[in-house]
């Protein structure tokens, strides 16, 4: 049995409302980018994950915290360590 006549097979027994959430689902994917989210290599990891930190550079998403070391340690301050009693 192909993939495909598995996936009708599968279809097919759900109750009309699935199917619907089914096709609408693979609408979604059609519209959806072709890159995928995960990535097969650290060189591929290393790319994103500079883009990614120059997009933050350029649209200044810290911009409006003055002193981040101190920021940073408010932050660890506000939540529990887990394990460790108050």
Request: no cysteine.
């Amino acid at each position: 049995m192909t993939l495909l006549e598995q996936i009708q097979e599968q279809v097919r027994r759900l109750p009309q409302e699935k199917q619907r959430e089914v096709l609408d689902f693979v609408k979604f994917l059609q519209q959806r980018p072709d890159a995928s989210p995960f990535v097969s290599s650290d060189a591929e990891r290393a790319k994103r994950i500079k883009k990614a930190f120059l997009h933050l550079a350029k649209t200044k998403a810290f911009g409006d915290i003055p002193d981040p070391v101190a920021w940073q340690r408010q932050i660890r301050k506000d939540r529990p360590l887990p394990g460790r009693e108050s």
